[in-house]
């Protein structure tokens, strides 16, 4: 049975999953200025149907929230749906749908986003309306609080009626000591619970600007028809100075933790290990590069090295893998994760792909490996050039970090050009005696 | 034969700019067209096909007609399970060297198994594109089965079904299903019982690729940089070797049961799951398009339908409630589903009832229907939006036999029609006295009509 989600996503973790890392070189050919009031301007051309996929990205996410306040910036993407002066509650979304438009928004650590999929000659009512409630939305106590409870109801979907997902939320508060990704994006509950309207106005007022957004639009259209509108809709709005980010910085781990949930509807165990790593714009960002081709050596595929080994050769796992995440602006993660086959206990399959970390870091990966990773990578730069709507969710997520489209067009060239050696060497900055998180979810004995 | 697909969005369809927000239309040229042909290889296999040059890629997807509603009774699983073992391994290359071969060469293929299809799709980048369709020629007539892939997929089918075994949603959908289905195949789990899954051999394996891939029950859609005279032989290569026709049978038709019964299935979670539902239209019934009309304003209209403006917009009673229709072969259904609190969920049915019911009394407002189909319309093209997604239609357009020109008629299929229409298919086929509901969780002021079905994980 098929379950329809109205996902208004939580992170753009799972909204890019299935989406390239990232895409590259010379395969979007963006076209981008910046209007006068800051707010920079991304066109990708992709005539196959005469449709666009138009989406406002703020650089503002979870981290950026006052403390206590935990959830404000994902609830606070919740009200941007409802009203403004000129719409009345529930007139955005009539408007997108009457128009024959899809539309969603989505919030993670680092940013927040909004879109809508339309025909082409819909577009300037879409930008006129994401225009609007830019600077015009009203927000009233009969409006926010129905969407508490909401967003609350959304908690505890989401969170509090899966184990793997409390256990998720439990290995963040001690995978970062201080950084805040340590705090779920859709908040603590008692602190959703506490988020005042004022709170909520504030966080709009400051963050909520030209110069803190960029607009990225995909699809049957050119900059030469772009510009006009969006110097119309959103050149006039006022930039305005943005609040001081706090410059957090993440003390390395001193000691090795883990996290255990016993729980009684797990009846398929998982282990994970998972490190702090540098991302491709905190640390040492030039490892990023060398770290996304490990993670590709690591990720999974039947014939990569540990689902290989762990799965197929010693038969004592039903998966078996690792990932990389660097697509942050804060610090990036280096996982890895095993799932035991019947008979085996979790703890020794754990040490089973520890001992597989170990000759990691003891022996590197091979040319070979790395040759076909580089390979795989810069093909999926092919792939992504395929859907109308992939270019302009890649090309928002990286500049809402920090990246700029020439980083992105250089990708495939600066992914070719890594080496074993810088694969090597990344592996031993991240994992070479370094302290980690290990999670454990267990199944509860019955009594 | 040729169709064009463009003019989705005819100006006069669409609705009034609200609230005097000015509009500003772009010239909009509509001369983007998506064509769709026929095309037949030399060797007879049929493909649509819609050439598409943007990207050196080709798409193809197909489908047997035939899935897991088709599965032997106490082989539950054989098709997906098939499935999962078709990439593991095929002609002289075994598990290693086939899956090194599809990411060697960044070939996406996959197949999997739905209730009464079984689906491929392949994607490769053209410089590839010999050899990715040697590996699916390989993958569908000889495939090895070797017992070291058997018995781990085995594994990793059998740890899914643990995973889901306590996962509140399948619970809730497999209960409903058993209810309202009974022993009538649809309400088997498509990926089998921990029980059935051990039992599944190889001659198993073997026995439902001989039987179930026959070119009578096969549907093709290819999207890419690639000419008929090219694809002619390539269907030929992928496809001719099959049987032409087999006999395999299909699953009887079934009307629904367990009408106006309420089962509760105790889980100690925060929220309840709901599932509700009853009997629908099939897609070839006259009433398929009211219904279906119908069906997006009451609950299947994303943030603008009647069930999520009274449960979740007004109320804030769930984050996630709607409504569909899933019209199969051998019966119908619509079908919805909420997650409240727990001492929510008493109310949020009843505010559901009451909306089936307002419906079904009076129906939509003139402004709900206009406003529908200048959705339904205008948001089609939304869904091309990859050679995939095409491809997935094209399959899709032969498997309802909606014929070459669909894309063209769609609308007007839609624009026909009336106020009356909905009206009369509401009032025939929504009752909220007959509802099946489903609760898994630790549900307040909710009374179980009955025990509910007990099933097997």
Not at chain 1, 392 to 413: K, Y
Not at chain 2, 140 to 151: S, Y
């Amino acid at each position: 049975m098929q379950r329809r989600a109205l996902s208004r996503l939580l992170t753009v973790f799972l909204f890019l999953a299935g989406v390239p890392s990232v895409a590259g070189a010379a395969v979007f050919k963006p076209e981008s200025f910046t209007l006068d009031n800051g707010m920079q301007v991304v066109v990708v051309t992709n005539h196959r149907v005469p449709v666009v996929t138009h989406m406002v990205w703020y650089k503002v996410g979870a981290m950026d929230e006052p403390p206590g306040k935990s959830g404000l910036a994902h609830y606070f993407e919740h009200l941007m749906f409802k009203g403004t002066e000129k719409l009345k509650p529930g007139a955005f979304s009539a408007t997108v749908a009457r128009n024959g438009g899809r539309e969603n928004a989505f919030t993670s650590q680092d940013y927040t986003g909004y879109f809508q999929s339309v025909a082409v000659d819909r577009l300037p009512l879409m930008m006129e309306i994401e225009a609007d409630r830019m600077t015009n939305l009203v927000l009233t106590d009969e409006i926010i609080e129905p969407e508490r409870q909401v967003v609350i109801e959304e908690r505890r979907s989401r969170t509090e009626s899966d184990p793997s997902a409390i256990l998720g939320e439990q290995l963040n508060t001690v995978l970062y000591q201080n950084y805040p990704y340590r705090i779920p994006i859709i908040g603590w509950r008692h602190e959703i619970e506490n988020v005042t309207r004022e709170d909520l106005l504030s966080f709009y007022r400051d963050w909520y600007r030209p110069n803190n957004a960029i607009l990225v639009i995909s699809g049957d259209i050119t900059m030469k028809e772009v510009r006009p509108l969006a110097e119309k809709y959103y050149g006039v709005i006022p930039s305005r100075p943005l609040p001081k980010r706090v410059a957090w910085v993440e003390p390395p781990l001193k000691a090795d933790r883990k996290v255990v949930l016993e729980h009684a509807r797990v009846r398929q165990p998982t282990w994970s290990r998972r490190f702090v790593a540098p991302s491709q714009m905190y640390g040492e960002t030039a490892l990023a590069d060398p770290l996304q081709v490990l993670g590709e050596i690591l990720s999974g595929g039947a014939t990569s090295r540990l689902y290989r080994k762990l799965v197929v050769e010693q038969k004592i796992a039903v998966s078996a893998g690792g990932w990389y995440n660097g697509r942050r602006r804060g610090p990036g993660v280096l996982g890895f994760y095993i799932s035991p086959a019947p008979g085996n206990e979790t703890e020794a399959v754990g040490a089973a792909m520890s001992a597989e970390i170990d000759l990691l870091v003891e022996k590197g990966v091979t040319d070979d490996e790395v040759a076909k990773a580089i390979q795989r990578l810069q093909d999926s730069a092919i792939y992504a050039r395929d859907s109308y709507s992939t270019p302009a969710r890649v090309l928002g997520g990286a500049l809402a970090i920090g990246r700029t489209v020439a980083d992105v067009e250089s990708w495939p060239a600066r992914i070719g050009a890594v080496t074993t050696e810088a694969v090597n060497k990344a592996i031993a900055r991240v994992l070479k005696d370094r302290k980690s998180v290990t999670s454990l979810l267990l199944s509860k004995p019955t009594t | 034969m040729q169709s064009r697909f463009q003019n989705w969005l005819s100006p006069a369809g669409l609705g009034a700019v609200l609230l005097g927000l000015a509009v500003l239309l772009l010239s909009a040229a509509p001369g983007h067209a998506v064509t769709v042909e026929r095309v037949v290889s030399p060797g007879g296999v049929e493909a649509w096909l819609v050439r598409d040059h943007s990207v050196p890629i080709t798409a193809i997807e197909f489908s047997f007609r035939g899935g897991a509603a088709s599965d032997p009774a106490g082989k539950t699983g054989l098709a997906s399970m098939t499935t999962s073992l078709l990439d593991e391994g095929a002609g002289e290359l075994d598990s290693q060297a086939f899956q090194g071969r599809l990411e060697d060469l960044s070939v996406r293929m996959s197949f999997n198994a739905g209730l009464e299809t079984v689906r491929g799709s392949f994607k490769t980048l053209n410089r590839n594109r010999d050899e990715a369709v040697t590996l699916l020629r390989l993958a569908l007539n000889e495939p090895r089965f070797d017992p070291e892939a058997i018995e781990r997929m085995r594994r990793q089918i059998t740890a899914g079904l643990k995973r889901k075994s306590t996962d509140p949603n399948v619970l809730a959908s497999r209960v409903w299903r058993r209810a309202v289905f009974g022993e009538h195949p649809y309400a088997r789990p498509v990926d089998g019982t921990l029980g059935s899954i051990k039992d599944i051999s190889v001659q198993d394996l073997r026995g439902f690729v001989a039987k179930r891939f026959a070119r009578d029950r096969l549907i093709v859609g290819v999207v890419g940089d690639i000419t008929p005279d090219v694809l002619g032989p390539m269907l030929d290569d992928i496809f001719g070797g099959l049987p032409a026709t087999t006999s395999a049978s299909g699953p009887s038709d079934v009307a629904t049961g367990a009408g106006g019964e309420t089962f509760v299935v105790q889980m100690d979670i925060p929220q309840s799951v709901v599932v509700f539902g009853h009997e629908g239209v099939r897609r070839k019934s006259p009433d398929y398009y009211p219904a279906y009309v119908m069906n997006y304003i009451l609950g299947g209209g994303g943030f603008s339908s009647r069930l999520y403006h009274e449960v979740r917009e007004k109320r804030g009673l769930a984050y996630s409630v709607y409504s569909y229709l899933n019209p199969m072969k051998h019966g119908a259904l619509i079908t919805g589903g909420v997650a409240t609190r727990n001492d929510q969920v008493a109310q949020s049915l009843a505010v559901i009832r009451e909306e089936w019911g307002r419906m079904r009394e009076a129906g939509p407002s003139a402004d709900e229907l206009t406003h529908a189909k200048t959705f339904l319309n205008g948001s089609f093209p939304l869904r091309l939006s990859s050679t995939g997604s095409i491809a997935r239609m094209l399959v899709a357009m032969q498997y309802n036999d909606l014929g070459l020109d669909y894309m063209d008629r769609r609308q007007d299929f839609i624009n026909a029609v009336t106020l009356a229409d909905v009206q009369r298919v509401a009032r025939r086929m929504l009752d909220p006295d007959q509802l099946t509901v489903v609760v898994v969780g630790s549900p307040e002021s909710v009374k179980p009509t009955a025990k509910a079905p007990d099933i097997e994980s």
